[in-house]
């Protein structure tokens, strides 16, 4: 694989546990970079709200002391990077964050364990960098779409796409936010969306929307960053999605 400085930090209170996996990782994973380590709430709190990296790799004990609170009170995204669990229970760690979570590293620790989570990240990491790219060079040669068909069951549902304000993912579903508050849903997935979409003004704003940008009003930059809809919903926008909505919209 050529994924290249892809960065990865550790919260997890067993510090020889932390080495063991940080030993596996740098000899074998050379693209990786273990760029730092939080063994308490402080060092958690600091790297969660101040530090850029790709992977999370977090011990579920360690969570159920502070961690995951940090995580829910904080500004961090969590599904705007490749989360990785260590725990004994592997049931337990995945019921917790079944929507989020890229993987699991099981106790006592092998290292096919810690290789095989850290692979599926880096080819996450790496499908999403390549999608982007996709849809960057598409957009050049655009041709886009007045009507979208959403099909169920019993009928197929026929869209305007001026009147479709936002998508957002619900596992392998899609919702349609139209105007006038109406909903559809899809069982296709956001990605599928984002390339019918890739010709008309829509911007993937965070990993579970999909905003159409003729149908934003306003910018929130306090607090992080949120698009509002011209019906007052309030779209998150993805830490590593910021400057690229920036330079979008031409804001410095």
Do not use: W
């Amino acid at each position: 694989m050529n994924t290249k400085n892809i960065t990865a930090v550790i919260i997890e209170k067993n510090l020889d546990e932390v080495q063991q996996i940080k030993r596996v990782v740098e000899e074998q994973c050379s693209t990786i970079i273990i760029d730092k380590i939080a063994a308490n709430p402080e060092e958690t709190k600091k790297i969660i709200n101040d530090l850029f990296y790709d992977i999370l790799i977090i011990g579920i004990e360690t969570g159920k002391e502070y961690a995951f609170e940090i995580l829910q009170n904080s500004s961090f995204d969590l599904n705007d990077k490749e989360l990785i669990l260590i725990s004994t229970e592997k049931e337990r760690s995945l019921q917790m964050l079944t929507n989020t979570a890229t993987d699991y590293i099981v106790k006592p620790f092998e290292p096919s364990s810690i290789l095989g989570a850290i692979e599926k990240a880096q080819q996450n990491i790496e499908a999403s960098k390549e999608s982007q790219g996709i849809i960057a060079y598409q957009k050049e040669k655009s041709t886009p779409l007045n009507v979208i068909a959403i099909p169920s069951t019993n009928d197929v549902k026929i869209l305007k796409v001026n009147d479709i304000l936002y998508l957002r993912s619900e596992g392998k579903y899609t919702i349609f936010h139209t105007a006038k508050d109406k909903t559809v849903m899809s069982s296709t997935n956001l990605g599928a969306y984002e390339k019918k979409l890739i010709h008309n003004n829509f911007f993937r704003v965070h990993n579970s929307y999909l905003v159409n940008m003729d149908n934003i009003v306003n910018v929130q930059k306090r607090d992080g960053v949120y698009i509002e809809m011209n019906n007052r919903d309030m779209i998150p926008v993805a830490k590593r999605k910021k400057e690229h909505l920036f330079q979008f919209l031409g804001i410095k």
